[in-house]
């Protein structure tokens, strides 16, 4: 079974340029999550999507970071205009089922650096 | 404030030896915390869920258990090999909504 999948899996861009990033879920799969995750911090949750609806969006700094997941099978982030505080690994992740005991399974991550 | 806090920042054990890792928690009360693995460069990987009535579980080499009076878990390695040596978090329930929170994680090496 494929895992899920990202790109890009590095990207520089200067402050306040604009950057997206691309996940494929995998298949079936109705969930999906994208996590911020700092340098020595865990992961924290940006946005979750029930098929093509947004679940839970209370972390996303909504006047510079948007995401869409049109068809209810891919996703992207976007980010309008990047801060430097935006550098990050930006993480994708899906489950069969939402909920608690929904078990996530986690893409290999966009490394963003913003200069 | 609400605080997840984990071992400091990276444990050193010695091959064949038991690791334990530290998860405390401040403010919440978890109906479940979940435990994952991430390895350099990839994604977390799910291990382990432990529900609030469940003391202890257990899968393989990994053992987990949570004492809600202490608010804590210890996850355990045991007979600990090189290739266990990775950034180990916990994750909790804050109770509300349908989501996890992440602790800061641990990075264990196992030195052969």
């Known amino acids: 079974e494929a895992g899920v999948a990202q790109s890009p899996r590095y990207k520089i861009i200067e402050k306040r340029q604009s950057v997206a990033f691309w996940c494929n879920p995998i298949?079936?799969?109705?969930?999906l999550y994208w996590y911020q995750q700092i340098l020595g911090q865990g992961p924290k949750l940006l946005i979750q999507?029930?098929?093509?609806?947004?679940?839970?969006d209370s972390q996303l700094p909504k006047d510079r970071f948007s995401a869409e997941r049109l068809k209810g099978v891919d996703s992207t982030l976007k980010i309008q205009p990047a801060k430097l505080e935006d550098s990050a690994v930006y993480l994708c992740?899906?489950?069969?089922?939402?909920?608690?005991?929904?078990?996530?399974?986690f893409g290999p991550g966009t490394r963003l650096t913003v200069l | 404030s609400q605080k997840i806090e984990q071992n400091s920042e990276a444990l050193n054990i010695q091959e064949g030896k038991t690791a334990t890792l530290t998860c405390n928690y401040t403010?919440?009360?978890?109906?479940?915390l979940q435990w994952y693995r991430q390895d350099p460069g990839r994604g977390p990987v799910f291990l382990l869920l432990?529900?609030?009535?469940?003391k202890e579980k257990r899968k393989e080499r990994l053992k987990v258990t949570f004492d809600t009076t202490l608010k804590q878990s210890l996850f355990h390695i045991t007979a600990s090999q090189p290739a266990d040596s990775a950034t180990y978090l916990c994750?909790?329930?804050?109770?509300?909504?349908?989501?996890?929170?992440f602790g800061p994680g641990t990075r264990l090496s196992v030195l052969p």
């Open positions: 992740a899906s489950s069969l089922v939402s909920g608690k005991l929904g078990e996530q399974f």
């Open positions: 298949s079936g799969h109705a969930t």
């Open positions: 999507f029930q098929n093509n609806g947004v679940v839970d």
């Open positions: 403010n919440y009360s978890p109906a479940y």
């Open positions: 432990i529900r609030e009535n469940e």
């Open positions: 994750a909790l329930d804050p109770n509300y909504g349908q989501n996890f929170v």
